[in-house]
Nanobody, 119 residues
């Protein structure tokens, strides 16, 4: 069973930065699709960024502001979030698939961490 635990959420003013971390079970980050999703109140969960064998991809709303990265030695996935906006507010979830390329079918979820951006 793969376990994912997120850290790093919090409250920040617009324009600020946060870095989320997702610590995974041993070797989980190696050679598989991993990503970050978020869910705002009253909205559906949406993909923010993904990393797999093909590279990295971002949603249009965060392109140029967020960066996804992995440290395989630490079994950790990161999301560096810069120039945060109030619309970035939500619960952020770490996600992983069993596949080397993301298919859109998430196999494992973290418990989520709250990010709140105020004006």
């Amino acid at each position: 069973q793969v376990q994912l635990v997120e850290f790093g959420g919090g409250s920040v003013e617009a324009g600020g930065s946060l870095r989320l971390s997702c610590v995974a079970s041993s070797r989980t980050t190696r050679g598989r699709c991993m990503g970050w999703f978020r869910q705002a109140p009253g909205k559906e969960r949406e993909v923010v960024a993904q990393s797999d064998a093909r590279g990295t991809r971002y949603s249009e709303s965060v392109e140029g502001r967020f960066t996804i990265s992995k440290d395989n030695d630490k079994n950790t996935l990161y999301l560096q979030m810069n120039s945060l906006k109030p619309e970035d507010t939500g619960t952020y979830f770490c996600a992983a698939e069993r596949r080397t390329e993301c298919s859109g079918f998430t196999d494992y979820w973290g418990q989520g961490t709250q990010v709140t951006v105020s004006l």
